[in-house]
Nanobody
Framework: QVQLVESGGGLVQPGGSLTLSCAAS????????MRWYRQAPGKERELVAI????????NYKVSVKGRFTVSRDNGGNMVYLQMSRLKPEDTAVYYC??????????WGQGTQVTVSS
């Protein structure tokens, strides 16, 4: 069974940094693109970053470009989201996601990121 387990969230001051991790299992990790989403209170879930199966291609939500970096370790079945210069508006629950036509769509349980002084 597919499992995605996020970790690394927490409370950070504006301008600070955090790195989120997502441990994946139950599917052939190296053959799927991976995504990070976030959902702030009262708002819809939004796509933050996507990384291709090889890790060679990435794409970001405009508001995080230049501040966030997505990466992956195909040997360890891990995907990461390095977040720097964090802003209060980055406060949200962050989710790891995998999806595919035959695989289906799976989400992790989420990890809370709070940016506040």
């Amino acid at each position: 069974q597919v499992q995605l387990v996020e970790s690394g969230g927490g409370l950070v001051q504006p301008g600070g940094s955090l790195t989120l991790s997502c441990a994946a299992s139950g599917f052939t990790f190296r053959t799927y693109a991976m995504r990070w989403y976030r959902q702030a209170p009262g708002k819809e879930r939004e796509l933050v970053a996507i990384i291709s199966d090889s890790g060679q291609n990435t794409n970001y939500k405009v508001s995080v470009k230049g501040r966030f970096t997505v990466s992956r370790d195909n040997g360890g079945n891990m995907v990461y989201l390095q977040m720097s210069r964090l802003k209060p508006e980055d406060t949200a629950v962050y989710y790891c996601n995998v999806q595919g036509a035959t695989l289906g769509t799976y989400w992790g349980q989420g990890t809370q990121v709070t940016v506040s002084s």
